[in-house]
């Protein structure tokens, strides 16, 4: 049996994503009167706020300066920031409540890896900081996903090697970043997930005694 639960949060905990993507649209068309495709989306899923601006600025083929490129990824943030303040316990996820109860009545211990510097603020909003016994902090990892540093530092915050937890991820990215940790990985979305360890289509679908047997037999 597995002895911790490494949990990203967009999209798998709350679909805050949304407001990233958002956030990052606004800010295009304020400062380059540009618009970015749905199919962007998935890039800067799970990964860093300056990977995701990385990515959109390759995308629209433009460079700025290194003082630009803080102050707009601090603007963005300031954006995603105020969005948050609609977030509430009924944007957690179809599933997710119950499926945390279950892990903590199993003993689980529960750990965040999210690449959103927001994330100890997500969880209070959403009413669950006292279900997660640490918060791996993203600025304090030397790589981003899918480099599996987050994911070594929130196994590493509840005593554990990663290869005694399991890490649950919606992106490409973090899907990589769990199998590079040695953690097994669970994967909540669609077939491009299929290099997860185990895949279901959603949250609602997280089956505890099914991710036991997986991981048995891994």
């Known amino acids: 049996m597995f002895k911790g639960a490494l949990f990203d949060l967009d999209g798998v905990i709350a679909d805050t994503a949304v407001y990233h ?3 990052w649209r606004q ?7 540009a618009d970015l495709p749905d199919s962007l989306e998935e890039k800067t899923k799970g990964v860093s706020r300056e990977d995701s601006l990385r990515v959109i600025l390759d995308y629209l083929d433009i460079t700025v300066p290194e003082d630009t490129f803080v102050a707009l990824a601090a603007e963005k943030n300031d ?3 105020k969005a948050l303040d609609a977030v509430t316990e009924a944007d957690i996820l179809p599933g997710i409540t119950d499926f945390i109860s279950n892990l903590r009545d199993q003993g689980v211990k529960l750990a965040l890896a999210s690449a959103s510097k927001n994330g100890p603020l997500i969880l209070e909003k959403l009413g ?11 600025a304090k990892v030397a790589a981003g996903k899918p480099a599996p ?12 090697q990663s290869t005694d937890c399991i890490g649950v991820e919606d992106a490409v990215a973090g ?3 769990i199998n590079a940790s040695g953690a097994f990985s669970v994967a909540v979305g ?5 290099h997860a360890n185990l ?20």
């Open 27 to 33: 800010l295009v068309k304020d400062h380059f009167d």
């Open 149 to 160: 540093d987050i994911f070594i530092a929130a196994a590493q915050g509840l005593g554990l």
């Open 79 to 81: 954006a995603y920031v």
């Open 175 to 177: 899907v990589t970043a």
């Open 199 to 218: 895949r279901f289509d959603g949250t609602a679908d997280l089956d505890l005694e099914a991710i036991k047997a997986a991981y048995q037999n891994h």
């Open 128 to 138: 669950l900081s006292d279900a997660f016994d640490a918060i791996a902090d993203p």
């Open 21 to 23: 993507f958002a956030a």
């Open 190 to 194: 669609g077939d491009e997930l299929s």
